[in-house]
């Protein structure tokens, strides 16, 4: 989604900028996107959690759609590309990493898992491994959002081998 979308051209900038920087925890000055991992977490236990697998794979599509046209229209309206306090990306991503880990949550627990796919959602959010680093090149918010995106998904690759090898 590279197109400029009309209606968010007719929202106020604070609301644009406040969501893509998650209010004021954008701005904290190190390690934001940590930050917006964190309350990613958060995201993912109150809102995704509880969700059947139909619900869940809407609301992340829902989810991330916005996200790209909330971030592409502040990167046009601040002149700036992925600024480190636009972390409403990793905030969004942080559900991929957990798609079809629901019923693990239950075994052990469920922190550990959880603390697992911190850990790693934020290795391959700062290291962009397996192409992920490509996804970052595409323009616009669809570029922010997606790189984060990869970063889950390698995330979520990573919990289920490491389940499927403990089980064996």
């Not at 592409?72 to 991503?93: N, S």
């Not at 700062?126 to 790189?147: H, M, N, Q, S, Y």
């Amino acid at each position: 989604m590279n197109g400029h979308q009309k209606w968010s051209r007719y929202l106020p900038s604070s609301l644009v900028t406040g969501l893509s920087t998650l209010g004021p925890l954008g701005y904290v000055r190190k390690a934001p996107g940590t930050v917006g991992s964190l309350a990613g977490i958060v995201w993912f236990t109150v809102v995704f959690y509880p969700l059947d697998p139909i619900g869940y794979l809407l609301t992340l599509g829902l989810t991330a759609y916005l996200a790209i046209v909330f971030v592409d229209e502040a990167e046009r309206r601040t002149y700036k590309r992925d600024p480190g306090e636009f972390i409403l990306d990793e905030f969004v991503a942080i559900p991929v990493c957990f798609i079809g880990l629901s019923p693990y949550l239950g075994f052990g627990p469920p922190w550990v898992l959880v603390l697992a796919g911190f850990a790693l959602f934020r290795f391959y959010d700062v290291l962009k491994p397996f192409g992920i680093r490509k996804l970052e090149a595409i323009p616009g918010g669809a570029g922010v959002v997606l790189d984060d995106m990869g970063a889950g998904v390698a995330t979520c690759v990573t919990l289920h081998l490491l389940i499927w090898l403990m089980a064996l």
